[in-house]
């Protein structure tokens, strides 16, 4: 199955026409705010985190430490406490610390619009240097976490087995226009619809053109 410029253009009407009649989450506030500090930080504590732990742990940090300066000045386990239960939250906590730190005395206190710089930093990978440069600094780039990869292959958009390749997939599938919307579109997406066991496949408004690649069990 092939996605015509038409079907690709349907497709994102639709995705965000799901996600205006949704409530965010706090996290999605976040990225909507587009700061690439804000985003730096919620992504990293988003890791094998579940979507509403990521949400307060972040707000509860910001309303102590909104600066990389002042992130840097807390204790470890200070930034542990304050970002519980995320996963791995004191191996996170370190990580923050050196990355505000770094950010302050490297950076300008800015963090950095560059791909290798963003990677530099300990626990960074594509998925979250990918949202900061394209909400942060509105540089294209595709940010592919479980939700995107999932649902772009559930879609046969892509046929892919890692997220990386998912990545550079959809970059070949679609236009560049779309692509800093596209993670925020299939997260809201797939945390109300598209789930990833038993989807809502009755009241999916892809239903139509979806193939449900892989989808063993759907209501």
């Not at 890791?47 to 940090?61: G, P």
């Amino acid at each position: 199955m092939t996605w015509s410029a038409v079907d690709l253009r349907e497709l994102i009407r639709r995705l965000r026409a799901h996600r205006a009649g949704v409530r965010p989450t706090t996290l999605a506030e976040v990225e909507r705010e587009r700061d690439p500090f804000r985003l730096l930080v919620a992504c990293l504590i988003s890791l094998r985190t579940k979507d509403e732990v990521t949400a307060t742990s972040s707000a509860r940090l910001f309303a102590v430490a909104a600066t990389p300066v002042a992130l840097a000045m807390l204790p470890e386990t200070e930034i542990g406490r304050l970002i519980f239960p995320a996963g791995f939250y004191n191996t996170k906590a370190r990580q923050l610390r050196e990355i505000a730190r770094r950010i302050a005395a490297d950076h300008g206190g800015r963090v950095p619009a560059e791909m290798d710089a963003l990677l530099a930093f300990p626990g960074v990978g594509r998925k979250t240097a990918n949202l900061v440069l394209g909400l942060g600094f509105g540089i294209g780039a595709i940010c592919v976490d479980t939700h995107v990869h999932r649902i772009s292959n559930r879609l046969g958009l892509v046929r892919t087995r890692t997220p990386e390749q998912t990545e550079h997939a959809l970059e070949a599938v679609l236009p560049k226009r779309y692509w800093i919307d596209i993670n925020d579109l299939l997260v809201t997406f797939g945390q109300h619809v598209c789930h990833p066991t038993s989807p809502r496949c009755s009241t999916c408004p892809l239903a139509a053109r979806c193939p449900r690649l892989g989808v063993t069990r759907h209501r």
